[in-house]
């Protein structure tokens, strides 16, 4: 059984996520999804994420091509991970080429970076959505 994982935030889930998940459950049998906690968004990568962790488990725990989700908490866990997870193949979006080589160098696991869908973002759905509550916010007041 060929195993995937990769790592992320996934927070607000959209469809690019769903673009990469899909993917790399295509390159395997039994896909892993290490999703970073709270306190590691926070600490590690300056993120206040809309959802909670627990929720943003549920959300991946729902889609069909994920098989385990377990907890991202720092960024040194990944060589661990390859090994007590048994993973045949590391996965990320193309925005982070070249950043895991080592995962190759120093585990049996392959890395393979997958083309990031270029339109979608977390970050531009809390900008949308903030431009459009001001034009609403400014046509109520205009009328
Ligand atoms: N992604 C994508 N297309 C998008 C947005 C995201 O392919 N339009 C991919 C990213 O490249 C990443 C995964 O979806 O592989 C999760 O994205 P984020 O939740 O933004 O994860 P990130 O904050 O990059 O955290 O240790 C690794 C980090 O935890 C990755």
Redesign the pocket.
Known sequence: MKRII??????MLHY??I??LKRAKEMGDYLIVAL?TDEFNWNS?Q?KTYFSFEKRKQLLEAIRYVDLVIP?KD?NQKVTDMSLYQVDTFV??D??AGQFDFIQQETDAEVVY?K??PE???TQIKKDLNAKNLTTEHTSIVK
């Open positions: 990769t790592y992320g935030t996934f927070d690019g996520h673009n990469l970073s990568k993120k991202e960024w990320m979006g925005d982070w997958l990031r869908t979608i973002s977390t």
